[in-house]
């Protein structure tokens, strides 16, 4: 999911210490996003945020913290979920989302928030 995370997941991120490379950041003081920017931690700063994919936010989830996000959609009812699991303590402290969503990409979303929320 090349997908950025949108803006308030990016916040999030931040106060997280995400602190990965990234190639597009939100500039606070004028209030724009600035895509293909050269590749930098633009955390690092108090006037910008950078903007992960969501592929980018689920790797760092895996190797910083031993969770996997992952999304499944069922046939027998329409949409996706969201299934979070914690790689370190099996069985345990596992969630899978009873709500449905229209896409993997807000499925993913929604995962990635009760993570940053919840877990971290």
């Not at 916040?11 to 950041?25: D, N």
């Not at 969503?101 to 807000?106: C, F, H, I, N, V």
Request: a negative charge; aromatic letters at 12%; proline letters at 3%.
């Amino acid at each position: 999911m090349n997908t950025p995370v949108s803006f308030e997941l990016a916040k999030l991120l931040k106060e997280k210490e995400f602190k990965k490379k990234c190639t597009a950041f939100y500039d606070l003081i004028s209030n724009t996003q600035i895509d293909n920017a050269p590749i930098g931690n633009y955390n690092l700063t108090k006037q910008s945020v950078s903007i992960p994919t969501i592929v980018e936010v689920i790797m760092w989830l895996y190797e910083k913290h031993g969770i996997w996000i992952y999304t499944s959609d069922n046939s027998t009812r329409l949409g996706f979920r969201c299934q979070i699991q914690r790689l370190k303590i099996l069985g345990e402290d596992n969630f899978s989302s009873e709500e449905r969503y229209d896409s993997p990409t807000e499925a993913y979303e929604a995962a990635i928030e009760y993570t940053l929320k919840n877990l971290l």
